[in-house]
């Protein structure tokens, strides 16, 4: 299979995945919104027609902004392979390991380029999860987080995440 060939099939599979995950999105939106306003029966005693209808609410911007972070992730996954962002990470790593990695610094430079890869998207995720937090869910009201907290959480997880997953991935590798 040529390179090209390749390329296309890599390219049909990212559309097909993308109009699925849109299509299920845009069903699962239509139909929380057509019963927006009637509170199924088994729960009529127990939740407000207004509380079944903010949470048809929210699962519906939910969704929407979901298709957003689809759109974003799928800009991103054509990025790093077929744009070369992933080419250029590696470059920026080979030159700071001294452009030829030697058997004995492999591991240490393979560990590195699965770190910064991670720490690229997760800095690129940051906005996303911001807007998800201190715009959608403060709008329905479910937001008990600030912004320390939030930072705190971003620190913690960068931490765990290099305590525990660095080893794991070296062990893998």
Known sequence: MT???VLLIFLLLVALHAAVEIW???RHIAHVAARRDSVPES???TISEAAHAKAAD???AKQRFGMLQLGFGLLMLLVWTIAGGLEALNRVLLDFFGGDVA???MLAYQVALVFAFSLVGGVLELP???YANFRIEERFGFNRMTIRLWLGDILKNLLVRTLIGLPLVAMVL
């Open 24 to 26: 299920l999105a845009r």
């Open 58 to 60: 929210y699962t519906c």
């Open 3 to 5: 390179p090209s060939v």
């Open 128 to 130: 996303f999860d911001w």
């Open 43 to 45: 729960f009529r005693g």
């Open 103 to 105: 058997a004995d610094g």
